[in-house]
């Protein structure tokens, strides 16, 4: 007994000892004898951190929204031009990708962006496949421009904005600050192939999170390449699916019953989503009364207000 205590009393000495040694606690002693331990209540700090986050993204939504107003008061007014009948002359933007062709001078690096910036001017990026003498390309540019000077107003209301940005359906993307070299992202580099309307932020944004019920027939009159096209198409609507959908699948044939028995009725994300299952429970049977589909539609047109397709 004693030689376990023994060792105990060892293992806590030497524990405390690589303690202070990474700790550095004889340094902060001596270099400051107002040095002490305090406990902190973590229900105190919680609803501080919380306070601060709820803060934080108060006032990015704020910077959000006035970008999104003028955005459409802009867009409501906005005369469009033909190609063949206007000169695009006035039509001021910055080309990231060439930037750095026309400005020597590098632009100012900055910590917050850890690249070299231009705070002057919001920057303008198209993909390498679209041609910025379309009609549609060079109107956006300038409709679009009503952004810069929100965007420099928000970075002067708040410092810690980091990027703010915009893009278009046609391909474009307006972001402040400006960099005087656009950065073509591994593995691409040095081709660019950066195309705003695929990143994932844009993705979400284009498309609304959204409930989706699908209905099939399950009757004996689907079979064969019907059968077979109705899974292909499932399974091509499911991968149109982001993140942030949800849905879930119903057969019918006299009356309506939920594809997965572990799920039932419940919504699912895509990535929950077991195709074996699905095909195996859509074996064909006797061809009866297709009104059965009623039972899902009430159910969830009226109640839950999803979409059936």
Known sequence: MY????????LQRSLFGIHDDLASMDLLTQRDGRVVVEDINPEIMVESLAKEIET??????????NIVNALEE?????????????????????NVTTANKIHKDGGEMDDLFGVPVNKTVAGVHTPIEVYEGYAEIVNGFKWSSVADKVFKKNKEENPSLSW????????????Y???SKWYAPPPYAPVDLYDARMRPWYIIAASSP?????????????????LTIMKFAIDTLIDSLGENDYFNIAAFNET???????VHENLISPEQWDCREFNTSLIPSTDVNKKAMKSGYSTYYCERNCKLL
């Open 177 to 179: 600050p400006s960099v």
């Open 3 to 10: 030689q376990l205590n023994d060792i105990a009393n060892s």
């Open 56 to 65: 934080l993204f108060a006032e990015r939504k704020e910077a959000l929204m």
């Open 164 to 175: 703010q940005y915009f893009a278009g359906p046609e391909g474009y993307m307006r972001f």
């Open 256 to 262: 309506t019953s939920w594809v997965s028995a572990i």
């Open 74 to 94: 802009e867009s409501k007014g906005y005369k469009w031009h033909d190609e063949w009948s206007y000169d695009f002359s006035d039509v001021f933007y910055m």
């Open 210 to 226: 959204k409930d989706v019920i699908i209905l099939v027939d399950r009757s004996g009159s689907v079979h064969g390449q019907t």
